[in-house]
C-alpha cells in the first residue's frame, strides 16, 4: 500500500498553539500514525509549498490512498493539480478527506455541491456514534467515541447522501453531524472524516489514529478492467470472442 | 386518501398522567392532527381491543396510509393481523411507525433486524436535524426542531441502512439518533418518526403534525402494474404483443 | 409549477431526418407534452442560439424545474450559466437530464464523475424496467416499457451510485443501463431518463411522456429554512428563542 | 477465516444431469473452489438431511461466513435453525445466498419482502455488468461476465433497495436482472448472487468462482463493541469513566 498524506502546514508554522501539539506537522504526525498502524506500507508526504503542492504526476501514480488536510489556504490549491487529483480518484485512487478539507477544492469537485456547514470554536465535546457497526472503518472502536474538546461542526453539511455513513456526531451544544461519510465516484473510494481542528491533538488520540487506518484499507484501489475516461462506440457483439 | 389510524389505547387507559394529555386517546389526537392538515382525506382509528385489533381485511383494503403507534402491548398483537399488515404493505399500503412502535411485531416483521436502541427517560431535550432538505417529508419544518422534553432514543438503532434518513435527532446526553427514516419495502413506504412518548404533549405540536401529514403524503400508494405476490414463469417473448 | 425546457436545438436544422420528427425542435415537443400531462403549469422553452442560452436570471430565478436535452454543442454552453444553473439547483430548482446531455457541463458538474458510457447506434430494441414500483416517476407506466428502435447506452455508466435508481434497460444487443436515476444534491432534485435519441420519435410516445410528467412532479422544489450557501458560525444556544 | 457452504443437496441425488455435473454435491464443488482461491481458510460442509440441517450451534458459532444454496425443499429447512441463523447473522456472521435461495426462509426473513421474481428455464445467454467498478466483489473480474447458457431471473426483483448494487445482468430475451446485491443487517453482510442453477456447470466457472471468493472476503464480521441483542436503559452520563 502506497500512502501520501497532504498536509496544508500552515498552522503549524504561524500559530505557536499548533506548532506545539504537531511540532514537525499534522502531515508527519499522520504519516508516523499510519506507518505504526499499517506496516510494511510505504507512506510519503507533500505539502502546499513544494513544487505542484508535492503532489506531480509521479507522486500521483504512485499513490494508493491520499489523506488531505487543508483549511486557510484552499484557494491557494492550483486547479491544475486539483483536476489531476479528481482524475486519479475517478481512476481508482482512494482519497481521505480530513476536517476543515470539507471546503477544499478537490473535496467539492468530487461532491458537486457546496459542502457549507454549521461551526464554532468553543471546546464542545463531540461524540462519534457508530451506526454501521459492520463497517471495516468503524472496526475495533469504542462506542461512542469520546473527544473532549473539538471544534464543532454540524448540520446541515451540503453533501450528496452518503454511500455509507459510519458516524455520527454529537456535540455539546446539541448539533450533530454526519462525521464518517463514504462516497464512491468513478473507480475510487472517498471518506471523509470530520475530527482533526488544528488546536487539539486529535491525531494524537489511538481511537482516532485506528479509524484512519482502517479508513485507508478501506479506501485501497480495486482491480478492474472498466476504463471510464473514454464513452467508446460498441459494435453489436463487440463483448464475443 | 384514507387513512387509519391504529393506537394501542393501553397507556391513555391506564395512566392519569397520559390520559390528561390525550383525554380521548392518541389516536384520536392524532386523527384530528391529520383531518385538520390533509382536508378532503377520510380518517379511521383502530385500536388494540377491537376484533382484529380494529384491522380486518375490510378495513386494511381500504386504508392507503396506515399510522401505527404502540408500546406496552406489542406481544398481544396477533400474529395474523401483522402478516396481513405486512402483506398489504408490501402491496403498497404506506405505513407510518411511531415512536416505540420501533419494536412492534410488523416494523420488526418488514425490517428483518432487531430493532433495539439505547433509551432513556430522564426529560432530555430532543433536537430534530433535517438532514435532506429537498425531502418531502422535511417540507416547512423549522431547523431544528426543538422538542423540550421527550425520552431519549440512542444509537446504535439497529435498522437495515434506510432509503433516505430525513432526521437525526441529539439530545442533552450527547446521544444521537436516526429520528426520521424512510424505507421502501415491496411497492410500499415505510416511514419511522421516532417523537412521540406519551408522558409528553408531542402529537399537539403543529410542527410535528406538520411531518405526520408530510410522512402520510409521501407514504401514499403509487399505481404500479407489477404484481409481486408471485414468481412468473415467464416464456421468451411474454412481454410482445 | 413554472417549467422550462432547454433544447440545443441543433440537429434539429441540420438534419432533415430529425426536422421530419420534431418539426419545431425538441423543447417544443416535449414543452407540449408536458402542457398536456401537467395542466395548469407555466411552460416556457429556451435554446442554446438565444441570448445566455435563453436562461438568464429572471428566467431561472422563476423557474421551478429545467428539463436539457443537448448532443452536439455541449462544448459551446457558457460556463457561467452552467454555473448559475448548478447553484440554482443546489437552491432548490429541479433538474431533468434527458438522454445525451450526460456529458453536458450541468451535469458532469453536479455529479462530479465523468459520466461516461458505452454507445452504439444500430437499432436495438430498449426494454425499461421498474426497479422501485413504489416510485412516483414509475407511476401507471408498463413493465416493461418498450421502446422498437433506440441507441444503446450502456454499462458501465460512470455517475455516482444514484440515489434511487428507478429503471433499468436493456439492449437488443445484450447491454443493460440505469435508465432512470434519482440524485438529491443540496436542495435540489435531479433524475436522469436516458430515453430520448433525436433520429427517433421517442418524445412523441405517451409513456414516455407520462414518464417526463412525473418526473417534474417529483423534481420540484419543497420549502426549507435550510440556506447552504453559507458556513454559519454559530454560537452556543444559537437556536434557542 | 471459517467458512461453512450449506448445500440442499436434493437435486444432484435425484436428477442424474445434475449428478453429472455435481458428482458430489454442489457444496463441495463451492467448499473446492473457496478452498483454491482463499488459501489458509477452514472450510466446512453442511447440507439438509443432516441433524439441524448441520447447522448445529457449535457449528453456527464457529462460522465466519455462511453460503447457502436451496431450492426444492425451502419448506422442509426447520424454523428453528432459520433464526438461529438469522440472529448469527445479526450479530455478524456473513451470509452469501446463491440463485433459488432467493426464496429461502432465511433471505426472506432477513429480507421482510417477498423475494419473487421472473423466471424461465430456457438457456438464455447471461451477462453480468459490473456497476460498481470499485467495489471488492467485483475485483478482477471481466466486464460482462459472459455465462453462455443459464436460467433467467428478471424484474421485478422483489428485495429492499441494496445498500450496494454490484452486478446487474441481461438474459437473451431482453430481461434484466440484478444479479449481485448488497444488504447491511445488523453486524452483519448479506450478499446475494443469482448465478447457479443446478443445470448448468455454474460453480466450475473460474470467473464465478472469484466473485464467490470476493464476496467471502467482503462479507467477513467486523470486530464491534456493540451489543444489539438488548435495548440498555442508559442514565445520563452512561459512557463516561
Not at 508526504?45 to 483549511?71: C, F, N, Y
Request: hydrophobic fraction near 40%; charged fraction near 20%.
Amino acid at each position: 500500500m502506497k500512502i501520501t498524506v497532504w498536509g496544508e502546514n500552515v498552522h503549524e508554522r504561524k500559530n505557536p498553539a499548533v506548532a506545539a501539539i504537531y511540532p514537525d506537522g499534522m502531515h508527519n504526525t499522520i504519516a508516523r500514525l499510519l506507518a505504526s498502524g499499517l506496516p510494511g506500507s510505504e507512506i510519503a508526504t507533500a505539502t502546499l509549498e513544494q513544487p505542484d503542492h508535492g503532489l506531480d504526476a509521479a507522486r500521483l501514480d504512485t499513490t494508493d490512498v491520499l489523506l488531505w488536510w487543508g483549511h486557510l489556504a484552499h484557494h491557494k490549491v492550483d486547479d491544475a493539480v486539483v483536476e489531476a487529483i479528481a482524475q486519479r480518484v475517478l481512476d481508482g485512487m482512494g482519497l481521505i478527506v480530513l476536517h476543515s478539507a470539507h471546503l477544499s477544492k478537490i473535496f467539492r469537485r468530487l461532491m458537486g455541491t457546496r459542502c457549507n456547514l454549521r461551526w464554532r470554536e468553543a471546546d464542545d465535546r463531540e461524540l462519534l456514534w457508530t451506526v454501521a457497526p459492520q463497517h471495516p472503518i468503524a472496526a475495533g472502536v469504542p462506542h461512542p467515541i469520546v473527544i473532549p474538546r473539538h471544534e464543532m461542526y454540524g448540520e446541515y453539511f451540503d453533501i450528496p447522501p452518503p454511500d455509507e455513513v459510519v458516524f455520527i456526531s454529537s456535540f455539546s451544544g446539541g448539533e450533530v453531524f454526519r462525521s464518517g461519510c463514504c462516497f464512491r465516484r468513478g473507480k475510487g473510494r472517498v471518506f471523509y472524516f470530520s475530527p482533526g481542528h488544528e488546536t487539539y491533538p486529535i491525531y494524537h488520540d489511538p481511537v482516532i489514529a485506528r479509524v484512519l487506518c482502517n479508513a485507508v484499507g478501506w479506501a485501497a484501489p480495486s482491480p478492474s478492467p472498466i476504463d471510464t475516461r473514454t464513452s467508446p462506440n460498441s459494435p453489436t457483439g463487440w463483448f464475443e470472442t
